[in-house]
């Protein structure tokens, strides 16, 4: 790994430039192999904009002919045609629109990356980061298929649509999980808070994404309260804000205040919301007991709004307050 992926994230101009050299070299040595997913999505946004010698308007290498380039360039076709699944004109890539060929080429390389995607999502095929994935994805299947039972979708073309934007949802949130965890060398991010150990594991990313933090890619916005843009909160690098935002939490707290209760509470603007953990064995501290980051979600139910002590709390800022 040359570059963890916050550094990427966080490169001056000058910095990307030389990071493109060093990346650059290693495509064209065939040194690939070892090419963290984060690192091969840096990769594919770069080589479009790498020309031949001879002619400044055909690229050098061809994305759409590399494998290391495969779940990167998927993840793009599924931001690009979700909400245009037939692929109709015009579709637009930010500064122009794609001409027939391009979109005929997407299509084609769509389908077949959505093919080894489904082959992966089958019973038999399963990693750590799969396995939670498809736990999420098979239960919001038999969702829509009671729904589909129950005449919600008027027809079969509709509720198959449903179906292939929860595939297509399922592989965003493997990508997003797979390239954080990859890049973080652990499959968790476990730290001290209130005197006791909290960890941020693949359940704890894939469940908050899943259920509460992908709402245009969910298909299914009646199940769960959706959590509107937190400025505390980077979806994508989800662990490491959940763990600085549970920092400062107790960071902030009275020296009395105990840890008894299985959540916290805290509000952005007008709206609250709750992150539970639960005190378990964990697997990633060899069976000792700590908290499970399990959710974070905006309050709405009555049941929660009860939880909310307004008589003991802690202003961070003129938008974020703690509530104990």
Not at 48 to 71: F, G, M, N
Not at 172 to 179: A, E, H, L, Q
């Amino acid at each position: 790994m040359l570059y963890t992926k916050q550094q990427l994230e966080t490169l001056t101009e000058e910095e990307k430039s030389i990071a493109s050299k060093r990346y650059l070299y290693k495509v064209h040595h065939g040194d690939v192999k070892k090419l963290l997913p984060h690192e091969c999505e840096f990769v594919s946004a770069m080589l479009p904009y790498v020309y031949t010698d001879k002619d400044l308007t055909i690229p050098k290498y061809d994305i759409y002919q590399l494998s290391y380039c495969a779940d990167p360039l998927f993840k793009r076709l599924v931001l690009t045609y979700l909400y245009n699944l037939d692929f109709l004109k015009p579709v637009s890539i930010g500064y122009r629109n794609l001409d027939d060929e391009e979109i005929v080429r997407d299509r084609a390389k769509f389908d077949q990356l959505l093919a080894v995607w489904e082959l992966k999502l089958e019973p038999s095929y399963s990693d750590a980061f799969l396995h939670e994935v498809k736990i999420e994805y098979y239960r919001k299947i038999k969702i829509l298929e009671d729904q589909f039972q129950n005449g919600m979708f008027g027809g079969r073309r509709l509720h198959e649509r449903e179906i292939l934007k929860q595939k297509l949802s399922a592989f965003y949130i493997y990508s997003v999980t797979r390239s954080f965890f990859r890049s973080h060398k652990s499959n968790y991010v476990a730290f001290q808070a209130a005197g006791s150990t909290f960890s941020v594991n693949i359940y704890s990313y894939v469940h908050i994404a899943s259920r509460h933090y992908i709402p245009d890619l969910n298909g299914i916005g009646s199940e769960r309260s959706f959590n509107s843009e937190l400025i505390c909160i980077n979806p994508f690098n989800l662990p490491y804000t959940v763990r600085d935002l549970i920092v400062d939490y107790f960071d902030k707290a009275l020296v009395s205040y105990l840890l008894n209760q299985e959540y916290m509470i805290f509000s952005q603007d007008t709206d609250f919301y709750i992150i539970w953990w639960k005190h378990k064995r964990l697997t990633e501290l060899n069976f000792q007991m700590g908290y499970e980051i399990r959710t974070l979600y905006k309050i709405e139910a009555k049941r929660d709004k009860d939880k909310i002590n307004h008589n003991n709390f802690y202003q961070v800022d003129d938008r974020i307050t703690y509530f104990y």
